[in-house]
């Protein structure tokens, strides 16, 4: 049985540490469930990173911040930290490009049989894959060839199908080329607990909370209203015009 699978249900909880000066963050602390998505806002150099690696790290008052990270209330152990194979987070980072020289299908086989899961979950990978890419994934392309946008719709896929890891974290996804809310959909309704940093308003919006970085440290955590749900809709629709704008002109088609 996976470490993922023994440890549910779970919960995220971030302990505040210090900021840039060394004052205590303003939030202390901040639990977080299966199937929420957190967004991390504020300008460049505001910490978001830190942040990020803090989570990935399990941090336990042991990095810059002084944050500490609980899984189910507790420390983590210490095999999660130091053991890739217990490793509970999966990270997608601004830029992911494959090395490994084989098929996409090559692959996700691979990654499934390592888990200990059916080789057939590929097929739905793939196909999930090709609902969040405008570019499509062919199960025979090689890896090295696929673009950054269908790297990423890629991994969101296998890692809501065949990856065990229920804490997923992504740096700005909105620079991806992918359907980035069908992406964070997909990904907390598979009970993953989703952390993303991001500039882009409708995911901020779309997120259940969002951390305020400044300077380095975690400054306030604002819940989102019924107000600014209404306005996520809005900025929704808006998206979705300008997503079917971008795939005519990539088309190679007339603007009407």
Same mark, same amino acid.
């Given at each position: ?7 549910? @249900?779970?919960t995220?909880?971030? !302990?505040g540490?210090?900021?840039?000066? +060394?004052h =205590?963050? *303003?939030?202390?602390?901040?639990? #977080? ?6 967004g ?10 830190t942040l990020?690696a803090?989570?990935?790290?399990f ?9 500490r ?12 930290r130091?053991n ?11 830029n ?6 084989m098929?996409?299908?090559e692959?996700?086989k ?9 080789p ?8 999930l ?6 570019? @499509?994934?062919?199960?025979a392309? !090689? ?5 950054? +946008?269908? =790297?990423? *719709?890629?991994?969101?896929?296998? #890692? ?8 997923v974290l ?17 990904l ?7 952390v ?16 305020v970085m ?9 819940s989102?209203?019924e ?6 809709k809005?900025v929704?629709?808006?998206d979705?015009?300008l997503t ?13």
């Amino acid at each position: 049985m996976s470490q993922a699978i023994e440890i549910m @249900p779970l919960t995220l909880t971030i !302990q505040g540490g210090v900021d840039k000066d +060394g004052h =205590s963050d *303003a939030v202390s602390e901040i639990e #977080i469930a299966r199937g929420e998505i957190i967004g991390i806002v504020g300008p460049t150099g505001s910490g978001k990173s830190t942040l990020i690696a803090d989570i990935e790290q399990f941090a336990l008052g042991d990095t810059p911040s002084g944050r500490r990270i609980l899984i189910n209330g507790l420390e983590p152990a210490g095999e999660m930290r130091s053991n890739p194979r217990k490793k509970l987070v999966a990270q997608l980072s601004q830029n992911m490009h494959f090395l490994a020289d084989m098929s996409v299908e090559e692959f996700l086989k691979m990654h499934a049989k390592s888990r200990g899961k059916d080789p057939g979950l590929a097929d739905k990978v793939i196909a999930l894959a090709n609902t969040l890419t405008g570019e @499509p994934v062919n199960p025979a392309f !090689q890896l090295t060839i696929l673009s950054g +946008g269908q =790297s990423r *719709a890629l991994m969101v896929a296998d #890692i809501a199908v065949i990856s065990d890891s229920p804490i997923v974290l992504i740096d700005e996804i909105e620079n991806a080329g992918i359907k980035k809310q069908e992406a964070l959909r997909l990904l907390a309704g598979e009970g993953k607990i989703v952390v993303v940093v991001t500039h882009d308003p409708m995911l901020a919006l779309m997120a259940s909370r969002r951390i305020v970085m400044k300077n380095g440290g975690m400054t306030k955590v604002i819940s989102t209203n019924e107000d600014e749900q209404r306005v996520f809709k809005d900025v929704e629709r808006m998206d979705g015009w300008l997503t079917s704008l971008r795939e005519t002109i990539r088309q190679g088609e007339v603007v009407a």
